[in-house]
């Protein structure tokens, strides 16, 4: 059981190919005179243990050490890098924390000792090597999770006060607020990374000497720097029998992750708590019973003490949905409302989390991870109260900035100001930094707060002077994110990938918006000319996150929408699929997507790159994105569209102009038209001569007539081919 619970502690007859390996490669025979086989060389030292005992002034390290049981382990033969701080560093440490030396917890111990000891022998310029394959990734690493620590080391105890309050959308603690307890036992679940930053892998990452001072809030950095966990290494490369020893000018202790570090900063708090909306408990049965059994085993040492939050242990995890796929979106079997890009608590977070070098996968924990950009909550109220902010305080006043903001409207505002990769994120790469429309943010260096940035385990967070508005807020899609009775188009937008077309800032549009009221009257184009004529009543299903569809018999000879009957209901529902890896999902119905993309393609219209077929220009009819054509009239304030089933104009509830075009709001269906212009042509007898001659010559042979007519006799009846 315990090989399940406990990390494994190897011990190895070579310490590393730097050490062992190397020295014996030199060896000329195996003769008795050769020195090294009747004594060890002088620059190999003695075990790690005993050199920093040797050295007197790293006597708290060493008692941590024994405490802990690990002295054995630092003692003989194997393979362990240690970085670690002396006497009067430590003494400053813990005064500054307010701890004694002399009563150290044996969490604290395990937290400082076991997440500074990395597995296997690393001199300090070799720690930016990984391999990859019959490959080296050479210079590439800036981050190891092969650490000593595990999860079992800490588990820290949080407050009721401290769980993440309940929102407008959701209360996903209202569970553990109902049981009554004072403090729970709950954990941001993953390995904790050790940072570093050299200076071969800052050249070879792109990281400048300008980007390392924004990061550390001024420090400059020298060529032979070499910083661990924020901590600049005074000594490095002191090499043992069984290892290397690296000593530090501070205490390298594990750096926090993005959220908790947004959660400790005082100038983010409201920012800290919007992103917490978005958090759950998820108890862990596997931690809980394995913890238990460690208690069991280790009661004599007290080793593994009760926990003071109870006997279970909750995992805190963010709901995100991320571009590689990964995503965690559902709570007690139903889909959570809005998600964030990633999950700012996972420690180890790394979008993609592979790397592809010469056709070799390779993990990508160690070579990158995310950023974020935090407004200080003095930025965050002068948004709210902005113009720019009006677009989410006037549809959802409140007291608290966001506070009457729904989780997936919020989500966007929030993303923006992630990003994906650390790296791709720097301030020296600010200009190339994009938001939801592929345009540059906006960010600057000057509106970073100097001494608030921080690098974490998962990322780097910048505290800013501004908020960022996506550009969601301000393109023609926006309305459909915050009115309820347009839910059908706002997922139609999102799962039909329309969305990036309506983001573009490039490209301006005059967007016809159906609102849910008038996609629950729709004649299917398809069917109407058949033998089964139908209409669809559309229709959005939260519990399954899908548009789904009523389908009933249209008649035909009542006509109009008075043949919208309600006989002979069919259902066109999403079904549930699995992927390859056993996820659920629900697939969308293949009709109900058919004809909803068609519907989108009719209520966009284009403007041209020199600023035509745009509404208002004087003409009446302008051509859509499927290059169909829409009439719309505009008479002072009124804007009409026709609607080409039934003939109705139809006038618009609203019209407001944004970034990139002009949307209408409109109640009632508007639908293209069902006859094709050589239909037309075909039921007016006026038009005959001109239909025969684009017919052509009948004495053409089928070549000719490909060649050289002007349509084809299919398109005489548009739904030949559905």
């Known amino acids: 059981m315990l090989k399940k619970v406990l990390r494994a502690r190897p011990y190895r007859v070579l310490i590393s190919t730097g050490i062992w390996v190397g020295a014996f490669c030199m060896m000329p025979s195996c003769s008795d005179d050769y020195e090294w086989a009747q004594e060890k060389p002088s620059w190999l030292g003695q075990s790690i243990y005993d050199e920093l005992a040797r050295r007197g002034n790293f006597g708290i390290y060493l008692k941590m050490v024994d405490d802990l049981g690990r002295t054995e382990f630092l003692s003989k033969t194997g393979s362990v890098t240690v970085f670690v701080a002396d006497d009067d560093t430590y003494r400053a440490y813990f005064k500054a924390q307010g701890v004694d030396e002399n009563h150290i917890s044996t969490p604290m111990k395990r937290f400082l000792v076991n997440t500074s000891m990395l597995e296997n022998a690393y001199v300090l310029d ?38 993440p309050e309940a929102s407008v959308s959701a209360d996903y603690c209202g569970g ?126 007290n080793l593994y003490p009760v926990l003071a939050g109870g006997d279970s242990i909750y995992g805190r995890r963010y709901f995100f949905s991320s571009a590689d796929g990964n995503s965690l979106t559902s709570y007690n079997g139903s889909e959570v409302d809005g998600v964030l890009k990633f999950d700012p608590s996972r420690n180890d977070y790394a979008e ?78 600010f200009n190339l930094v994009l938001d939801d429309a592929k345009d540059p943010v906006g960010l600057d260096e000057a509106d970073i707060i100097k001494g608030s940035t921080a690098v974490c385990n998962n990322g780097a967070v910048y505290v800013m002077k501004k908020a960022y508005a996506p550009a969601s807020f301000r393109s023609v899609l926006a309305p459909t994110l915050v009115n309820e009775n347009m839910k059908i188009m706002n997922w139609a937008i999102r799962s039909l990938e329309f969305r990036p077309y309506l983001l573009s800032m490039v490209s301006h549009y005059d967007f016809m918006i159906l609102t849910d009221e008038a996609l629950s009257r729709y004649i299917d184009p398809v069917s109407y000319n058949g033998t089964d004529p139908r209409w669809f009543k559309f229709y959005y299903n939260a519990e399954k996150n899908q548009v789904e569809a009523y389908s009933y018999r249209y008649d035909k000879k009542l006509g109009g929408w008075d043949g919208c009957t309600e006989d002979d209901m069919r259902i066109l529902g999403s079904t549930l699929q699995q992927d390859s890896e056993g996820n659920s999902y629900y697939q969308i119905n293949p009709v109900v997507e058919n004809r909803l993309t068609d519907l989108l393609n009719f209520c966009i219209v284009p403007r041209d790159v020199n600023g035509g077929n745009y509404v208002g220009n004087g003409f009446v009819y302008y051509q859509t994105k499927d290059d169909g054509p829409m009439k719309i009239e505009k008479v002072g304030g009124q804007v009409t569209v026709a609607d080409q089933f039934s003939g109705a104009e139809v006038t618009t509830q609203d019209f407001v102009t944004m970034d990139n075009g002009v949307y209408y709001v409109l109640d009632q269906m508007v ?34 007539s490909n060649l050289y007519s002007l349509i084809s006799t299919k398109s005489l009846n548009m739904n030949e081919d559905n």
């Open 671 to 704: 639908q293209p038209t069902f006859h094709s212009l050589m239909q037309e042509l075909v039921e007016h007898s006026e038009y005959s001569e001109f239909y025969e001659l684009l017919l052509g010559n009948e004495e053409w042979t089928t070549n000719e």
């Open 176 to 301: 553990l607020r109902g049981r009554h307890q004072s403090v729970y036992n709950l954990i941001e679940e993953g390995t904790v990374p050790m940072v570093h930053f050299i200076w071969r892998q800052m050249m070879s990452k792109g990281i400048t000497k300008k980007d390392f001072s924004y990061l550390f809030n001024g420090t400059e950095f020298q060529e032979e720097d070499v910083y661990i966990n924020n901590v600049k290494v005074r000594e490095g490369n002191v090499t043992c029998q069984n290892g290397y020893i690296h000593i530090m000018e501070g205490v390298p202790e594990p750096l926090p992750n993005m959220a908790g570090y947004l959660r400790t900063n005082g100038n983010t708090s409201l920012f800290s708590k919007l992103m917490d909306r978005y958090s759950a408990p998820f108890v862990s049965v596997l931690l809980t019973n394995s913890y238990k059994d460690l208690h069991d085993l280790y009661a004599n040492q």
């Open 352 to 429: 993609g989390n592979i790397y592809t070098i010469n056709g070799v996968q390779t993990n990508n924990v160690n070579l990158d991870m995310g950023a974020i950009f935090a407004p200080t909550d003095e930025a965050l109220n002068s948004y709210w109260n902005s113009e720019n902010g009006s677009f989410l305080r006037e549809r959802y006043p409140s007291e608290e900035p966001f506070e009457n903001v729904p989780n997936n409207v919020l989500a966007e505002f929030l993303n923006n100001h992630m990003q994906y990769s650390f790296l791709s994120s720097l301030p020296s790469k």
């Open 126 to 163: 070799l720690l930016t090597n990984q391999p990859s394959g019959d490959n080296i990734l050479k210079g590439q690493v800036m981050r190891r999770t092969n650490t000593q620590w595990s999860v079992y080391d800490s588990i820290p105890a949080v407050s009721v006060a401290e769980l």
